[in-house]
């Protein structure tokens, strides 16, 4: 299959990740927050693991010792989306901020744009660190949109008019995707520029938000509720990385 057709799927798999808030906050709270607390907790091990053990060895052997620019760019850009767009990752609750609809919509919008540009470059090294990259955005995805659509509706929206809104801002990812698809065809130099830039970008999600919301919502009785999946997205990454690349 063309690289092109791998990228653009991978896109709209990760796009159609916004439903999933609207059938998760159908749950009852009590279960949707055992659900969004798993699923968080799996999303930073996947997170870490790729980008340490994939993503980062890919963007050393293209860019070098250079890399590390791009890696610690990475991590600063994204404290900096955070904190001046008004960029909401929280997993549970608004925890008393209201963000209007307008601001959810465009950081999520802007965060699948990076997420269709990482995407894109990771095919267009191999398949195979394109799949785990796409596994990794895909993980982290799940729990952000659940969290951007409680925010929208919180803000006042119908469920059905949140879940179009996320599904439009989700689409940016595809055009992320052919844009940088198209860019990289010219100026394949930069790609491990942007492996480098996507590590920094999974390592801050992981270290900044997913695992200081596991510690955040820590209770002796789910330990082990959040650990497992913890160690079970740690462990599918590893193996997944060890196949693929063989």
């Given at each position: 299959m063309?690289?092109?057709s791998l990228?653009?799927?991978a896109s709209l798999f990760v796009s159609a990740i916004s439903f999933v808030g609207g059938f998760v906050l159908t749950e009852k709270r009590s279960q949707s927050s055992q659900i969004i607390s798993s699923l968080?907790?799996?999303?930073a091990g996947v997170m870490l693991?790729?980008?340490l053990l994939d993503v980062f060895p890919e963007a050393l052997e293209k860019a070098g010792i250079t890399v590390t620019t791009p890696v610690f760019l990475g991590v600063l850009s994204f404290f900096f989306l955070e904190r001046f767009l008004l960029w909401f990752h929280?997993?549970?609750?608004p925890h008393?901020?209201?963000?209007t609809s307008l601001l959810v919509i465009i950081g999520d919008g802007l965060h699948n744009f990076i997420d269709g540009v990482a995407i894109a470059s990771s095919f267009l090294v191999s398949p195979a660190i394109g799949f785990t990259t796409t596994l990794a955005i895909t993980a982290h995805e799940i729990p952000q949109e659940i969290a951007d659509f409680s925010l929208?509706?919180?803000g006042g929206m119908k469920k059905s008019t949140a879940l179009l809104y996320n599904f439009l801002s989700g689409l940016t990812a595809l055009i992320g995707a052919v844009a940088a698809f198209f860019y990289f065809e010219r100026f394949s130099g930069a790609i491990g520029t942007v492996l480098g830039f996507t590590a920094g970008m999974f390592l801050y999600i992981a270290c900044s938000d997913l695992i200081p919301e596991m510690h955040k919502d820590f209770?002796?009785?789910r330990r082990w509720q959040q650990t497992l999946p913890f160690i079970a997205g740690v462990s599918i990454m590893w193996i997944l990385t060890l196949v693929l690349h063989e």
């Open positions: 063309p690289i092109l990228i653009i799927i968080v907790s799996f999303a693991t790729a980008a929280h997993h549970h609750e008393g901020v209201k963000p929208l509706l919180a209770a002796k009785q």
